[in-house]
């Protein structure tokens, strides 16, 4: 069993930064694949960025690379998504997700574990 608490959001300026953290329980989380993904009303939960059990690969959506960052902390059992150079369509709900899985990480149904989420607001 993981649970997980993101941390961080809020409202920030077009082009500012903001980063959010996701606090996750359990002697188990590295064993888990990490992943941020983000909803606004009314539209799907869309995939943001993921990591590897190790921190040694990473793969974002085409609408953040460049801009955001994940990584991972396996003793502090944290998982960090650092948003540089943000827009107003940035404007969402992030949650941080855990899957076993190794592979279809773009993919929401292959996460087990799921946090209450963290709202940010990007003003133009």
């Known amino acids: 069993q993981v649970q997980l608490v993101e941390s961080g959001g809020g409202l920030v300026q077009a082009g500012g930064s903001l980063s959010l953290s996701c606090a996750a329980s359990?002697?188990?989380?590295?064993?888990?694949?990490m992943g941020w993904f983000r909803q606004v009303p009314g539209k799907e939960r869309e995939f943001v960025a993921a990591?590897?059990?190790?921190?040694?690969?990473?793969y974002y959506a085409g609408s953040v690379k460049g801009r955001f960052t994940i990584s991972r902390d396996n003793v502090k059992n944290t998982v960090t998504l650092q948003m540089n150079s943000l827009k107003p369509e940035d404007t969402a709900a992030y949650y941080c997700?855990?899957?076993?899985?190794?592979?279809?990480?773009?993919?929401?149904?292959?996460?087990?574990?799921w946090g209450q989420g963290t709202q940010v607001t990007v003003s133009s």
């Open positions: 997700a855990a899957t076993p899985r190794a592979t279809e990480w773009t993919h929401a149904y292959v996460y087990v574990y």
């Open positions: 359990g002697r188990t989380f590295s064993s888990y694949a």
């Open positions: 990591i590897s059990w190790t921190g040694g690969t990473t």
